[in-house]
């Protein structure tokens, strides 16, 4: 059964710091590239962050490039999400996507709730 699970959403106030995680079974983890994405109420989900199969290429939204950095451990089938400087804006429900580039298969986690507020 093919299982991602988000965790370390939460309130933070703006400036501060917060690392998500997702956590992958029921696939091979290495053989896909893992993205996150994320969702504000009212708005399409929003394309934040990808890395490739081996960590070695990364990619991100123009509004959160300098501030997020996404990484992985595939010994750990774990892919992170360290989000810094946050603003108001970075509020929304973030998602994490497994993608398989040869077969084109992709999961979705359920989702975190991140709120950044003052």
């Known amino acids: 059964q093919v299982q991602l699970v988000e965790s370390g959403g939460g309130l933070v106030q703006p400036g501060e710091s917060l690392r998500l995680s997702c956590t992958a079974s029921g696939f091979t983890f290495s053989n896909y590239a893992m993205s996150w994405y994320r969702q504000a109420p009212g708005k399409e989900r929003e394309f934040v962050a990808v890395?490739?199969?081996?960590?070695?290429?990364?990619n991100y939204g123009d509004s959160m490039k300098g501030r997020f950095t996404i990484s992985r451990d595939n010994a750990k089938s774990t892919v992170y999400l360290q989000m810094n400087s946050l603003k108001p804006e970075d509020t929304a429900v973030y998602y994490c996507?497994?993608?398989?580039?040869?077969?084109?298969?992709?999961?979705w986690g359920q989702g975190t709730q991140v709120t950044v507020s003052s």
């Open positions: 890395v490739t199969r081996t960590g070695a290429y990364t």
């Open positions: 996507k497994a993608a398989n580039p040869i077969t084109y298969a992709n999961y």
